[in-house]
């Protein structure tokens, strides 16, 4: 719901920039995607502390475990938000077999995760914490992927491109 569009407008120009050869351009689309996702996962991570200190609070029986999973699963959902650029630029120069590869190792490595937490009867922490666990070398993968197959995107500062920004938005 947060993506509002922007992350099939971040694939449609990168597709457009890639297409044309524009290496500058691709650029440009990837760091202001970057930067407008970022400040995106940002404004969510806030979100989660904020619900999850709320929680955290209440005087419910199982706030403090309830508040740890929100805060986990929140900040999961966050950091997933500037890593939509690269999956999404994978997938706009048909990558495909890439970004479906990855996906079935995000899914192969919570599956075994969940698998064994529920053998050793640990509880939905637990699983929280193998669904984090499970994106962090899948999301480094990603990165690995992009820069092999696109060398020449740069982020120098990450720098947001208002022109760039509004058709990213609209």
């Known amino acids: 719901?947060?993506?509002?569009?922007?992350?099939?407008a971040v694939f449609t120009h990168i597709s457009y920039a890639l297409g044309q050869n524009?290496?500058?351009e691709a650029s440009r689309i990837y760091s202001t995607g970057l930067a407008v996702f970022?400040?995106?996962g940002i404004a969510l991570a806030i979100l989660t502390c904020i619900l999850s200190a709320?929680?955290?609070n209440s005087h419910h029986a199982q706030a403090h475990l309830i508040a740890e999973v929100v805060l986990l699963v929140g900040l999961l959902t966050?950091?997933?938000f500037p890593m939509r650029v690269p999956f999404g630029t994978l997938n706009a120069g048909s990558h495909f077999d890439v970004t479906s590869g990855l996906m079935m190792l995000v899914?192969?490595?919570r599956t075994v995760g969940f698998v064994i937490v529920l053998k050793?009867?640990?509880?939905?922490?637990?699983l929280a914490v193998i669904s984090v666990l499970a994106s962090v070398p899948v999301n480094l993968l990603t990165l690995v992927a992009v820069k092999r197959?696109?060398?020449?995107?740069?982020v120098v500062r990450a720098r947001f491109h208002r022109a760039i920004g509004k058709r990213l938005v609209h």
């Not at 719901?1 to 099939?8: E, I, N, R």
């Not at 050793?120 to 637990?126: E, I, R, S, T, Y």
């Not at 197959?149 to 740069?154: C, D, G, H, Q």
Request: aromatic share 8%.
């Open 1 to 8: 719901l947060l993506d509002l569009g922007m992350s099939a």
């Open 22 to 24: 524009n290496k500058e």
């Open 38 to 40: 970022g400040c995106t």
């Open 54 to 56: 709320v929680m955290w």
């Open 78 to 80: 966050a950091s997933s």
């Open 107 to 109: 899914l192969c490595l």
């Open 120 to 126: 050793l009867h640990h509880g939905v922490l637990a």
């Open 149 to 154: 197959k696109y060398p020449f995107l740069r």
